[in-house]
């Protein structure tokens, strides 16, 4: 018996794979094992991501809190009580993960911990969120730190949070002492998760707690305040470590007309489009904004970012007029819809995300990407696709850094409780108890392979092979 193995680059229609061939000779029986892969750089960052209040447990202080106990609509087992017991055990979790081989974790900073009352900081909280990014670190995980991911102090809702202007000076002071506290241990922040979902949601919905007023004005002046709360954090932040990377989570879904709705649905998508997904982004490159959000310059906001991060989830239908539901659900009979009518599996919607933004010349990171699915039956063939999308990014040389799967495990999903299931480990949040699912493995061969491969899509989606490694793959050949 006898093994060679070797490597050849292998090109074909904007495409680079890597293949290794290994040929074992026994007797007159010679057979050719031939494994392609589409290669990730090395110092590419493999993350998940997750969120204080998502995870940690007991965040009693905030408004989402409040608004699980008061709003009814929340029977006990679905509000986030214990969540994952982050709190008092992240590192277990940080095992998981380094055992996965990832190498970067997203986390949020729960600002009504650090800053229960008004200006009164709590050290201990800080001392906790100093542990779990030290076990970060011990584990050779990066960390990326967002400042807000959606929660809000109550005494800050009590002020009028984003509907006024004073949210900025709070925003600012909260995020000079966290940079001081946890600052040398974080080298990449976000200021702000999605914030257009937050203005969706939060005001133009009853799908998150209440601002002081919901609608159109009180929303678009709360942007306009979140754009003044960025630029002011980005400078604090950048003015105690220089060195540190600032970007923002910006989820970027794609919007079109719904089949069959004619022009005008086709002239509101993009309407849509440029008001959730480009506004923001514009306002930080530029400095400006443009009506709805106001109008005018905002000091210190040009050029206030390091990177850009991208959620990264579906596509949307919307028709015009819009009815009552604005998102149209019409999914079309082909379409692979995730648990609870979430959203629709869409790939190439990550990579014409990733395209959009290649003009602001900055680093890109897919801060979040991933599916509801408890049974894990997409979540493998969506990991595979989804990756495949960063990887032709990667090869037209776009410059994507890393990808943050969301989640690690299983967490508390907003205004659907516990009914959707994002995590590569499952958790039950009765019990606690964790099990790797079948796409953890995958991701974990990813990881520490840099590499998705042929063999990976035979073994966990094999219906995707002759899509994701087409036909000029030379033949396995056995005599
Ligand atoms: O769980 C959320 C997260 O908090 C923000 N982005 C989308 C995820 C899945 O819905």
Known sequence: ??????????????????????????????????????????????????????????NKNNDWWTWEQDNGRFPPHQQSGLACNWWQNAEADLDRAAEMGVN??????????????????????????????????????????????????????????????????????????????LGDLVPKWLTFNEPMVYFFLRYLSDDFPAPAQRGLRPGFMAVNNMLRCHAAAYHTIKASRPDAQVGVAKNMPVFQGAPGSGQLSKWWAKRVDWLFNESWLESMETGKVKRPFGSGVIKNLAGSYDFIGINYYTRFYVKFPPGKEFISRDWGE?????????????????????????????????????????????????????????????????????????????????????TQRFGLIEMNPETQERMMRDSGRLYQEICQDYAVSSDMVARYAPSLLPELFPGDMPKIVTK
């Open 334 to 418: 082909d379409a692979v819809v995730s648990d609870g009518d979430y959203g629709e599996v869409y790939p190439s919607g990550l990579y014409q995300a990733i395209k959009r933004v290649i003009k602001y010349n900055k680093p890109i990171y897919i801060t979040e990407n991933g599916v509801p699915d408890q049974a894990d039956s997409l979540r493998p063939s969506f990991l595979l696709t989804h990756l495949r999308e960063v990887w032709r990014a990667i090869s037209f040389c776009f410059p994507v850094m890393g990808y943050y799967h969301w989640s690690l495990v299983d967490n508390f999903e907003w205004d659907r409780g516990w």
């Open 1 to 58: 018996m006898m093994w060679c193995e070797g490597l050849e680059v292998f090109e074909g229609f904007g495409r680079c794979y890597v293949l290794d061939f290994c040929c074992v000779f026994w007797r007159y029986r010679v057979s050719f094992v031939v494994k392609a892969k589409m290669i990730f750089p090395p110092d590419f960052l493999w993350g998940t991501a997750m969120s204080a209040h998502q995870v940690e447990g007991n």
């Open 104 to 181: 970067a974790h997203r986390i949020s900073i729960e600002w009504s911990r650090v800053e229960p009352e008004p200006s009164v900081f709590d050290q201990e909280a800080l001392a906790r969120y100093r542990q779990i990014l030290l076990a970060m670190h011990e584990r050779g995980i990066e960390p990326m730190v967002a400042l807000h991911h959606f929660t809000n102090p109550m005494w800050l809702v009590e002020k009028g949070d984003f509907g006024s202007e004073i949210v900025v000076d709070y925003f600012q002071r909260y995020t000079a002492k966290v940079v001081a506290e």
